[in-house]
């Protein structure tokens, strides 16, 4: 017999390996590799980490149980969902699927972007080495010409790859490219780690990360730590959802989500063990995001033994990274055009890929025009006005994920009800302990602190990095 779903059958994750890597892949993500260790070096090393441990296991793991039950009890895409359990709330599956198309325009550019880094670092690093920040501006940015290699070639052979994957469905595709993909990256990882903690000088940044010196701990690198949590666990955007409404009914939803957030917390700290000792015994400036991952760290590359060689391993990993995120932001879309709208599942994954493809070209040229002002290397601190890729940044992240996750979370806590997820969790033999916990922090706590978020992100814009 074919285990293919028969027409009209939904979708399902093969095995819990499956759907935990697939949606520990959507987690793991740039956040994890460019973002956390520039934080946690800002936010004063162990400090900020348990701060982030502790705001994962309370608040984004409560979250991301809120968001997989309503996907599961409904199984629907992100916008169907509310459609069957309360059709006011559709707008916020409609949020969702949009703040994922804009998210995956921008991946894509930058997913194309590691792929030229790839290459360069393979065929020519001393192009690199030479003047990093002028590679990065003219080659991939095209400030002096026509960048085609950086917004057109590269970021379309980065989408090719998603499309690829989607297109076989959800067993056949994500989960089995998933199963391949993570392995790999925590490979990668610890290829990585092992040569960054041997470096001479390395002690000193684990010293950093191991130090706890709690007065460096203060109301914006909380809440920096808390915006990060959400981004970091891709919540808010239904994509929790559509993954978990593939989820079969005998499988643990609350081992599966300590797992995914455990697991990408993993990458997470791994990735400061790895970035903070190089930087440290290096003598480059640590930091976080675009400048940092694709300028300052050539300087990390350049001067550690077989540097070319461990910058082609780097971006590999964050390529795997981006891939797997991407994989899942595009199903979102395919899910909610395949069902709500009746597309076939090929033609909506063309279709959404090169719409979003166009947004993201407009991301990549955005930076060119902010660049030739010469602001925007100067760091969060010199941003005087938000190009156009800034401004959908600030838009998704500070904004619309944040909303959203504080929306089904008000959803499941105050009018779908806990008792509701519970009673979802809680079938085929499946127990919740953490049912009453989990019931205050989903209806009080973590709105609050979503609230907190969204007013500081508004109030400190893009200052708050
Ligand atoms: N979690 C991803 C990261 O760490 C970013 C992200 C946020 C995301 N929301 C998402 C990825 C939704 C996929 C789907 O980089």
């Known amino acids: 017999m074919s285990n293919k779903p028969a027409k009209g059958d939904r979708a399902q ?44 296991i309370l608040i984004g793991a409560t979250a991301m149980i809120a968001e997989l039950t309503v996907g599961r009890a409904t199984q ?83 989408i090719a790859c998603v499309v690829l994957v989607i297109v076989h469905g959800v067993e056949g595709g994500i989960e089995r490219f998933n199963k391949l993909a993570m392995p790999a990256l925590f490979l990668l990882l610890l ?3 092992g040569r960054s903690v041997t ?50 009914r005998t499988e643990n939803l609350g081992k599966n989500t300590a797992m995914i957030c455990s697991l990408d917390t993993l990458v997470a700290l791994i990735a400061a063990f790895i970035v903070i000792p ?47 995120s991407a994989i899942s932001l595009l199903e979102g879309t395919v899910a909610y055009l395949t069902e709500e709208k009746g597309l076939p599942r090929t033609r909506a994954t063309v279709l959404t890929a090169a719409g979003m493809f166009c947004i993201g070209v407009l991301y990549t040229l955005s930076q060119v025009h902010f660049n030739i002002r010469g602001v925007w290397l100067d760091g969060a ?31 499941v806590g105050w009018v779908w009800g806990p008792k509701q997820a519970v009673a979802e969790i809680e079938q085929e033999g499946v127990r919740f302990p953490l049912a009453k916990p989990w019931a205050v922090l989903v209806k009080y706590v973590v709105p609050a602190a979503i609230v907190v978020i969204l007013f500081a992100g508004m109030v400190m814009g893009l200052t708050l990095s």
């Open 13 to 56: 994750w093969a095995s819990s390996l499956g759907f935990i890597l697939a949606a520990a892949g959507s987690a793991v993500g740039l956040g994890n590799i460019w973002k956390f260790p520039g934080k946690a070096y800002e936010g004063g090393g162990g400090v900020y980490i348990l701060t982030y441990i502790l705001i994962v």
């Open 76 to 158: 629907k895409n992100a916008v169907g969902a509310f459609r069957v359990l309360a059709p006011r709330w559709k707008w916020v599956g409609g949020l969702g699927v949009f703040t994922g198309f804009v998210i995956l325009g921008y991946y894509t550019q930058v997913g194309g972007w590691v792929l030229q880094y790839i290459t360069a670092y393979l065929v020519r690093p001393e192009e690199v080495y030479g003047d990093p920040q002028r590679f990065f501006l003219n080659q991939v940015l095209g400030a002096d010409r026509f960048p085609l290699a950086g917004a057109f070639l590269f970021p379309l052979l980065f």
């Open 381 to 411: 601190s010199g941003l005087s006005f938000p190009a156009f890729g800034d401004f959908l940044e600030y838009l998704t992240d500070r904004l619309m994920t944040p909303l959203g996750a504080l929306a089904y979370c008000v959803f």
């Open 191 to 193: 290829v990585l780690l």
């Open 278 to 324: 190089a930087v440290f015994a290096t003598g480059v400036e640590p930091g976080k995001g675009a400048s940092f991952a694709f300028v300052s760290l050539a300087g990390v590359f350049e001067r550690m033994p077989l540097g070319s060689f461990f910058g082609v391993i780097f971006y590999t990993l964050l390529f795997f990274a981006a891939l797997t």
């Open 199 to 248: 470096l001479p000088g390395a002690d000193a940044g684990l010293r950093y990360l191991l130090s706890f010196d709690f007065s460096a701990l203060n109301g914006s690198v909380l809440l920096s730590a808390l915006g990060q949590a959400f981004y970091s666990l891709s919540l808010g955007m239904g994509i929790m959802c559509t993954y978990g409404s593939y989820v079969k």
